[in-house]
């Protein structure tokens, strides 16, 4: 029986390898994850939707589902809205408090922008800030609507969108499949052990590197988790049973 699931993709682009990247290895594992845990009829949730290739998997593997797509930057949800009608979009970023905020667009690198400013290669610098609105993912989704999947793209801002979910985590007990690296800890100071005791302690999951998931290897330990964090920087949470 497939449980219910949220995925979170957060991604932090500045600090990952570059091979890993180009090639869209992290997308094509998102992918086969979503095809292996959501129902067709499944909801998911895509946050930090940016140009919808994850958006695109989500309908491709719940075809009959309730979505929702979450982009921050203005451009980009126009563009969601013209290429997806049928999924919900919100021209809003998620943390885990509700208001306006200032968020920074990378001008020459948008997949980088994020509520912090990122330490940007040379020739990246220019960024501009707009005002967005911030919610929690809580109070965006109906309780009555399970939650199958979530995909948060958020450049270091992972910690926030999963204090800002603990309710609808609790509530579906969904698997989170998340990116923590180098944004998270040098731009919103969040430390391994602070993502781990989030993620296994109050909220009773299990990480995992992608293709360790998707080959059914075991569960990383938490001096795995750290030290894993040398060469990977997507990770997949699954509810304990």
């Given amino acids: 029986m497939l449980r219910p699931v949220a995925l979170f993709l957060l991604t932090a682009l500045g600090c990952t390898p570059a091979a890993r990247i180009t090639d869209s290895g992290y997308n094509r594992e998102t992918i086969a994850i979503m095809r292996r845990v959501i129902p067709a009829t499944g909801t998911g949730v895509d946050v930090g939707a940016f140009k919808g ?10 075809p009959q589902g309730r979505h929702w797509a979450i982009e921050p930057q203005p ?10 009608p049928q999924v919900t ?9 509700a208001g306006t905020v200032s968020f920074v667009q990378a001008v020459q690198a948008p997949a980088r922008s994020s509520l912090r400013r990122q330490d940007y290669p040379a020739g990246e610098e220019q960024t501009r800030e707009i005002r967005v609105r ?3 993912l809580d109070e965006l989704i109906p309780e009555s609507q399970p939650v199958h999947l979530i995909k948060a793209d958020v450049e270091g801002a992972e910690y926030l969108v999963f204090r800002g979910a603990g309710r609808t985590l609790q509530r579906w007990r969904p698997v989170l499949v ?58 997949v949470a699954v509810p304990r049973s």
Avoid: I, N
């Fill in 89 to 97: 979009v919100l021209q809003l970023a998620l943390g885990d408090s």
């Fill in 178 to 235: 998340f990116e923590y690296g180098h944004a998270a800890q040098a731009q919103f100071q969040v430390t391994p052990a602070m993502m781990w005791a989030l993620l296994t302690e109050t909220h009773g999951y299990q990480l995992y590197r992608l293709r360790d998931y998707l080959a059914d290897r075991p569960p990383l330990t938490a001096d795995g988790f750290k030290q894993s964090l040398a060469q990977d920087w997507m990770f």
């Fill in 134 to 136: 911030l919610e929690r």
């Fill in 75 to 84: 451009e980009y949800a126009a563009k969601l809205r013209q290429a997806f």
């Fill in 53 to 62: 290739e994850l958006t695109r998997g989500l309908l491709e593997a719940a």
